[in-house]
């Protein structure tokens, strides 16, 4: 599900402009995620890795839900508008998880001559857990 900001009307402080849903991320996600970022670290793909170093299994990059969070602010939010996109990594990610991604108007300002709206955004699992925190700035006009 997918909700896009509506450009003709200026959204309200605590209007929710951004939320998408992901299904599952499995291994084979993981796999071609590996090979398209380069990123191939052993404790996300190698399960006897992992359990070395304490894990109960691999895990998911967390860029790879930073992206997801990307596409759900892009798909909201006309690319040419982001002005700004942080963001903060606050959990690890296990195989499994279904990723909510949503961003909420926590402030509305006028920077350069142009109105803009500040979104706090977060990527959850299914339970709840924030893995994901930040914030874009995003031109309104």
Do not use: W
Not at 39 to 48: E, G, Y
């Amino acid at each position: 599900m997918t909700d896009t900001m509506d450009m003709t009307t200026s959204p309200a402080v605590g209007d929710r402009i951004v939320h998408k849903r992901f299904p599952a991320i499995n291994r084979h996600r993981l796999a071609l995620y590996c090979g398209a970022s380069g990123d191939h670290n052993p404790i996300h793909v190698d399960i006897d890795f992992a359990k070395a170093s304490g894990f109960p299994d691999v895990f998911t990059h967390g860029m790879l839900v930073m992206g997801y969070l990307g596409q759900a602010l892009s798909d909201a939010v006309p690319p040419g508008r982001i002005r700004s996109f942080s963001t903060r990594f606050a959990a690890i990610t296990q195989l499994g998880a279904e990723i909510t991604c949503e961003g909420q108007v926590t402030e509305l300002i006028e920077a350069g001559g142009e109105r803009r709206a500040r979104l706090a955004l977060t990527a959850r699992d299914q339970t709840g857990e924030i893995k994901l925190a930040g914030e874009a700035i995003v031109a309104l006009s």
